[in-house]
């Protein structure tokens, strides 16, 4: 089983999706954007990606900045009270399987949580080729 926490209006999350349903899996994706999250939730999936909260802060295109959390000194509890009440402050993907927990950006770091790579050619949406016709990774 494959859990991903998705935002579909990013595009690195996007290819993320599209490589693991490329490789012929269908993921449970949590749309945390609406679902929101839980402090033990977000406790857990850092713990085993070995992220802090300050290392899985979405610091552009969201309120980080305005939020005072870029300043130094800011407090990993500081910082999770903002994810909670600020969902979008959480960087993503976060993909979740048996080989392990990743923050997935750039996206071919999916690659190493799969099973089975897609067969290739793999394209991101911007057109970049990320596994050739011979299923290699680029």
Not at 6 to 23: Q, W
Not at 30 to 50: C, H, I, K, M, S
Not at 83 to 105: E, F, Q, S, Y
């Amino acid at each position: 089983m494959i859990v991903m926490h998705h935002n579909p209006d990013c595009g690195t999350s996007r290819n993320v999706l599209a490589f693991i349903r490329a490789s012929s899996v269908e993921p449970v994706v949590v749309n945390y954007l609406d679902e929101g999250w839980t402090r033990p939730q977000l406790l857990a999936l850092f713990a085993a990606a070995g992220l802090t909260p300050r290392e899985a802060l979405r610091e552009t295109k969201s309120p980080a900045l305005e939020l005072g959390l870029l300043e130094p000194g800011v407090t990993d509890d500081r910082i999770l009270d903002a994810m909670l009440a600020h969902p979008i402050l959480v960087n993503r993907p976060i993909v979740c399987t048996a080989k392990g927990v990743r923050l997935c950006r750039p996206s071919e770091q999916v690659f190493d949580l799969l099973d089975t790579l897609p067969t290739g050619p793999v394209y991101k949406e911007d057109g970049q080729m990320v596994i050739n016709k011979n299923g290699d990774r680029i």
